[in-house]
């Protein structure tokens, strides 16, 4: 079905990729086959760690979840296969890949629950409504949020920001070993994504979506940050 403007036939392509406008909505994707052969990979890797105490397994299990993240977003876009089901899907699969491999290693390594706790809140819960919170304009997903905010966009999904997000503190616990690297690194993240949530709350939203989010938040102040 294609359907612009949520359901609209009648609106025409605006010009910007990353808008809604005069795109077809579809779960059967390859982006989608992806998101969920890499979140079976991550789920049968991390039942293996489980099942047999290793940390290797866990980290085949991350590795899955990293990779295949990667994979199918860029699949999507080269292809113009983005769909906002496959936006959701994504996310999903990315809190459920984390959180069984981050809980799995704190309860054998109790020592990182401090960082894995900060970790956690900032991705489960505030990167999650970050991410989410694209459906609120005529974005295919948050990858073209700057057409809303370039700010948010910029600390959230710019490439920087996506490698942050998920993988700096990771690393930096992987690497050092330090808990109070690991906790200042994710509390500093956390930060970030508050300061975002708080910007967001201060963007218009559009009654009717228009299937161009440029027109969404026209007219628009941008707030005052």
């Known amino acids: 079905m294609s359907n612009g403007a949520l359901g609209n036939p009648e609106v025409l392509p605006c010009g910007h ?36 105490g290793s940390d290797a397994w866990l ?24 769909t906002r ?18 809980v799995s290693y704190v309860s054998r390594h109790p020592s990182a629950a401090g960082p ?9 819960v505030l990167d999650a409504y ?6 609120r304009w005529s974005l295919l997903s948050p990858n ?13 999904w710019s490439p920087p920001a996506k490698a ?11 690497l050092t070993g330090s808990t109070l690297a690991a906790t200042v690194l994710a509390t500093v993240v956390l930060g970030v994504k508050a300061y975002s949530a708080l910007r967001l709350t201060r963007l218009p939203v559009p009654r009717v979506l228009s299937g161009c989010a440029v027109l969404d938040v026209r007219p628009a102040v941008s707030p005052r940050y």
């Open 17 to 52: 990729r990353g808008c809604t406008a005069a795109f077809a909505e579809q779960w059967n994707t390859w982006p989608n086959v992806v998101t969920a052969v890499r979140t079976i990979a991550t789920v049968v890797a991390w039942g293996v760690a489980v099942t047999t």
């Open 59 to 82: 980290l085949a299990a991350l590795l899955c979840y990293w990779v295949g993240d990667i994979a199918d977003g860029l699949l999507a876009r080269v292809t113009h296969r983005e």
């Open 85 to 102: 089901t496959g936006a959701v899907l994504d996310v999903l699969a990315d809190r459920l890949s984390v959180c069984l491999v981050v």
């Open 116 to 124: 894995a706790a900060v970790f956690l809140v900032q991705f489960v």
């Open 130 to 135: 970050l991410t989410l919170a694209f459906a």
């Open 144 to 156: 073209y949020f700057g057409l809303v905010d370039a700010t948010v966009y910029r600390l959230n």
């Open 164 to 174: 942050t997000n998920t993988g700096a503190v990771v690393l930096v616990w992987l």
